[in-house]
């Protein structure tokens, strides 16, 4: 009997590099939580501009053949603005990377999945004071992701549409005070994740998936 040959196109792949390992981890929880074995995530360790963050991705771009490289940063891990960001943009773009930022840093992103803020926030701290009261024993820093926040994306993971009408919500509040960039670009990336790596497989996390937050 002859083997039945597969016609499946190969799968495109995603590149994703992180300014911060704490952003690094967060979309390496992602990546194994929802099984998208065709995305890859790396910290720019040293990389100490946007600039740099940048010419690191465009660097692993070039050596790994991704289709697609994002650069993910928060504004407070270069002490950035919106008019340095905007010019970043132009440079991304020659070199064929897309840029996805939160500002001022990745935990407004997982405030926006339990509410959008009523007011602009541009201190990280602020953010925190307020997670620690559902999540136990946060920080944004790396080794809360390693350990007591091993679960955080999973935790949140039922929560992620309405993070992204918070974020929409966010933005619109914010830039109505004249911001020249939305503080939260990460459906763009989200939206990428989707068409590339397909449906989240969370199967073999049901029963995780259950637990509430706290």
Known sequence: ?????????????????????????YFSQMRKDCRYTNMTVAWAEGAQSLEELIQYAYKMRT????????????????????????????????????LAWVQPGLSLWYLLHLQSPRMPISDSTLIASTLKGVFHGFSGDAD?????GAAL????????????????????????????????????????????????????NQKLIGLKNG
Request: glycine fraction near 4%; charged fraction near 25%.
């Open 63 to 98: 050596k790994g053949k991704f289709d697609s490289t994002w650069s993910f940063f928060g504004f407070e891990d270069y002490a950035v603005r919106s008019d340095h960001v905007a010019e970043a943009l132009q440079y991304a773009t020659k070199k064929r990377v897309q």
């Open 153 to 204: 994306h999973l935790r949140l993971f039922s929560a992620k549409a309405q993070a992204v009408v918070n974020a929409g919500a966010y933005n619109a509040m914010v830039q109505q005070r004249n911001a020249s960039l939305p503080p939260v670009n990460m459906t763009k990336l989200l939206n990428e994740i989707s068409d590339i790596c397909g449906t989240a497989d969370m199967s073999h």
């Open 1 to 25: 009997m002859k083997r039945k040959k597969h016609n499946e196109k190969p799968r495109k792949t995603l590149l994703i590099v992180t300014a911060s390992e704490s952003e690094s981890l």
């Open 144 to 148: 809360y992701l390693l350990h007591e």
